[in-house]
């Protein structure tokens, strides 16, 4: 921000000379009006112009990936969680109601509500927060 500031200090700091010498032309050679008007609209074009592209660029931010996920198999044999289970955790990791998850699944939203209520009980949980930070606990989803 610090350089910003001073380029654009600089930059107006020129451009304040460029004038002032411009002006000190037009009393020696006596160039006409239109010439100096040109030119200074010349400059606040560049100028606005680089402002406009500074201020505009989009910041480039990266994003360092963990290692990638690597599914337990051994928990999801030992609590007993079916694929379809696994199913409707992962997408109630992803934030999704469970008429949401119905729908994507193709199955009714009472069937999604008993494997909601079985994963409660392999996982011991009572809530679906509980049931999605325990099942990253056990690395069961990413």
């Known amino acids: 921000m610090i350089r910003t500031v001073i380029i654009y200090g600089l930059a107006l700091a020129g451009i304040v000379f460029l004038l002032k010498y411009l002006e000190y032309r037009m009393v020696v050679r006596d160039l006409s009006i239109e010439f100096y008007v040109g030119i200074v609209a ?28 690597v599914l337990n198999q051994a928990a999801l044999d030992r609590l007993g969680i079916s694929k379809r289970e696994h199913e409707v ?25 008993t494997h909601t209520s079985n994963l409660f009980l ?16 056990l690395r069961l989803i990413p």
Do not use: Y
């Open 122 to 137: 392999k996982l011991e949980v009572s809530r679906r927060t509980q049931a999605i930070q325990k099942a990253k606990e």
């Open 89 to 113: 955790l992962e997408w109630m990791a992803r934030g999704l109601s469970n008429q949401e998850i119905a729908d994507k699944l193709f199955v009714s939203l009472n069937t999604i509500k």
């Open 42 to 69: 010349l400059v606040f074009t560049a100028l606005g112009i680089w402002a406009g592209l500074k201020l505009t660029r989009k910041k480039v931010i990266t994003v360092t990936v963990g290692p990638a996920f």
